[in-house]
């Protein structure tokens, strides 16, 4: 859990669920954090306000993305490619806007 000096501001982060462990966080904003990078494969509605809290606690600026994954992005010979054969194409639907967080 280490911030950067960058010529940007302080920068780091955590990933997925690690954004949800106060003390991770705590870590950062210990440190100074000006820029939270925050990764993460949650496509829930509600990660916006996840972020947005983030945000306002840490008095920091937050990047979130989140992947896009469609089914065509396995191979068929996938040993697990059965398990998602019945589901939508679309996977993992990403973020298209976020909107300040700040």
């Given at each position: 859990?280490?911030?950067?000096?960058?010529?940007?501001?302080?920068?780091?982060g955590l990933i997925c669920w690690e954004n949800y462990m106060p003390l991770a966080r705590t870590a950062m904003y210990a440190q100074g954090?000006?820029?939270?990078?925050?990764?993460?494969?949650?496509?829930?509605?509600?990660?916006?306000?996840?972020?947005?809290?983030?945000?306002?606690?840490?008095?920091?600026?937050?990047?979130?993305?989140?992947?896009?994954?469609?089914?065509?992005?396995?191979?068929?010979?996938?040993?697990?490619?059965?398990?998602?054969?019945?589901?939508?194409?679309?996977?993992?639907?990403?973020?298209?806007?976020?909107?300040?967080?700040?």
């Open positions: 859990m280490t911030v950067i000096d960058t010529p940007f501001g302080r920068v780091g954090i000006d820029i939270y990078v925050a990764p993460t494969a949650d496509a829930r509605d509600s990660w916006q306000s996840t972020i947005r809290h983030i945000a306002c606690e840490g008095r920091c600026f937050v990047l979130s993305c989140n992947q896009f994954a469609t089914k065509e992005s396995y191979p068929a010979d996938l040993a697990y490619y059965p398990d998602i054969e019945q589901d939508p194409e679309v996977l993992s639907r990403g973020k298209r806007d976020c909107g300040p967080v700040r």
